[in-house]
């Protein structure tokens, strides 16, 4: 499975930006992990092929969305109301296998894409 990630960019704080993973060949869950300079790589959010159900980090609920486009193979986040701690390199990943539920592993994903950068500015 492939990945690309796109749709990274500056934003002020408040601001919103929308991510895009285009996938080829198939995956169940598909997910979006991001990482600051210094700091461990943090998985943000999570959607399953099967029933739509999504999963999201704390530090995001209520601000970001995931959802998905089967038809054109992508997946999106949608990140609203960005703070300066939102920052990071942004990865989309996948696995056929795995269902995403509570807790976000980077170890249990099998494909990566490249990174995007997102910067907010205060």
């Known amino acids: 499975v492939q990945l690309q990630a796109s749709g990274g960019g500056l934003v002020q704080a408040g601001g919103s930006l929308r991510l895009s993973c285009a996938t080829s060949?198939?995956?169940?869950?598909t997910g979006w992990f991001r990482q600051a300079p210094g700091k461990e790589r943090e998985g943000v959010s999570c959607?399953?092929?099967?029933?739509?159900?999504?999963y999201y980090a704390d530090s995001v609920k209520g601000r970001f969305t995931i959802s998905r486009d089967s038809a054109k193979n992508m997946v999106y986040l949608q990140m609203n109301s960005l703070k300066p701690e939102d920052a990071a390199v942004y990865y989309c990943?996948?696995?056929?296998?795995?269902?995403?539920?509570?807790?976000?592993?980077?170890?249990?994903?099998?494909?990566w894409g490249q990174g995007t950068q997102v910067t907010v500015s205060s």
């Open positions: 990943a996948a696995d056929p296998d795995l269902y995403c539920s509570d807790y976000l592993s980077a170890g249990d994903f099998s494909s």
């Open positions: 959607i399953n092929r099967s029933d739509d159900s999504t």
């Open positions: 060949g198939f995956t169940h869950a």
